[in-house]
């Protein structure tokens, strides 16, 4: 018998891979007892719930996030650089070939109005990254306001990958938040 934490890892990343590619409401708890390969039984005294699960997979993916941004900005050597990285990171994300969007959209979308506890999920998520944009914006000296709107760039580019079915929005939103940084900075110099 595997031991509890296994047990919770395999279970969140196969639910967490069924919910991406097939949709919170599409799948069902046997999918993903099959998938993981833990009983039903062990599934729900880990997780009193199918929300339990899904909150448990947001932050399996917030994890996640946040450790392929900072991977982006490793080599920046600049808070311009590491700003810029958002959308380099977003285009390499975009060219996966499993790419199906952002799972905190699309979470939100399927069961943000009836789920609570997803939507303050969701929401910690986006504010903890509003967060990082927003230090970074700091550490380039420029203004608060600009941090909110490159945020809004990332986000839609990420919306806008997922329908359109190609990665060219993440180019598209690093072109435009050059074009902010240049407008609250000064144009860089290359």
Known sequence: MIDEATARESVVQAADQLFYTRGVQAVGMDAVRTAAGVSLKRIYSLFASKDELIVAVLHHRTAIWDSRLASASERATTARERILAIFDFLDAWFREPDFCGCAFINVHGELGASS???TDAVREQKR?????VARLVADAGAPPTLAPQLAILAEGAQTTAAISG??????QARAAAETLLDAATGPHRR
């Open 128 to 132: 903890t990254f509003q967060e990082y």
């Open 116 to 118: 609570p506890a997803v």
């Open 166 to 171: 190609t990665p060219e929005a993440a180019h």
